[in-house]
T-cell receptor, first 116, second 115 residues
Framework: KQEVTQIPAALSVPEGENLVLNCSFT??????LQWFRQDPGKGLTSLLL?????REQTSGRLNASLDKSSGRSTLYIAASQPGDSATYLC???????????????FGKGTKLSVKP | KAGVTQTPRYLIKTRGQQVTLSCSPI?????VSWYQQTPGQGLQFLFE???????NKGNFPGRFSGRQFSNSRSEMNVSTLELGDSALYLC??????????????FGAGSRLTVL
């Protein structure tokens, strides 16, 4: 059974600091991995999607890496800002053997607080 | 372009009642997925609908059901509510069948409190 773990559960950093959020998964047979952001009381916003054949993706100050063999992904946030404060969720996409069904398996998230 | 719309945003029910939640996907999106989010279990997949048919189902009891209409709007129903059903229910839509290539767009969720 695929399990996704995110460490730490919460993180507080001063503004301007570079930081790394970690995600690990138990089964390397993933189709892709996505990082989401969730603001309090709101839905999820997709940040980055890394296909299983890729090693990393970048969007602005965000960089996500994927190491399938070790079952790990990291989300790097450069020059953090108070507006980055949110919960960050990692999710892996699994397909069944026939490729007819799939769904996301989520970690429980890392709650990030960036202090001005 | 309107996003994914979920109604109601907040609701309170008592044990034993039933509830129906609605999700309107992005115009043109044909797939709708539902997820339950609780502090203890995190986000868990409920089911996916495509072309009015349930295509995939998570590991939830039969009290949880759903349907999709011809305009792609979807509803989920929970019968005989239990305290543990208190959660944020999130709906996500995608253009086509949920696959690794399609990015899901999530709604803001419906927060259900069961007393």
């Amino acid at each position: 059974k695929q399990e996704v773990t995110q460490i730490p559960a919460a993180l507080s950093v001063p503004e301007g600091e570079n930081l790394v959020l970690n995600c690990s998964f138990t089964d390397s047979a993933i189709y892709n991995l996505q990082w989401f952001r969730q603001d309090p009381g709101k839905g999820l916003t997709s940040l980055l999607l890394i296909q299983s054949s890729q090693r990393e993706q970048t969007s602005g100050r965000l960089n996500a890496s994927l190491d399938k063999s070790s079952g790990r992904s990291t989300l790097y946030i450069a020059a953090s800002q108070p507006g980055d404060s949110a919960t960050y969720l990692c999710a892996v996409f699994l397909m069944n053997y026939g490729g007819s069904q799939g769904n996301l398996i989520f970690g429980k998230g890392t709650k990030l607080s960036v202090k001005p | 372009k309107a996003g994914v719309t979920q109604t109601p945003r907040y609701l309170i029910k008592t044990r034993g009642q039933q509830v129906t939640l609605s999700c309107s996907p992005i115009s043109g999106h044909r797939s709708v997925s539902w997820y339950q989010q609780t502090p203890g279990q995190g986000l868990q997949f409920l089911f996916e609908y495509f072309s009015e048919t349930q295509r995939n189902k998570g590991n939830f009891p039969g009290r949880f059901s759903g349907r999709q209409f011809s305009n792609s709007r979807s509803e989920m129903n929970v019968s005989t509510l239990e305290l543990g059903d208190s959660a944020l229910y999130l709906c996500a839509s995608s253009l086509d069948r949920v696959s690794g290539a399609n990015v899901l767009t999530f709604g803001a969720g419906s927060r259900l409190t069961v007393l």
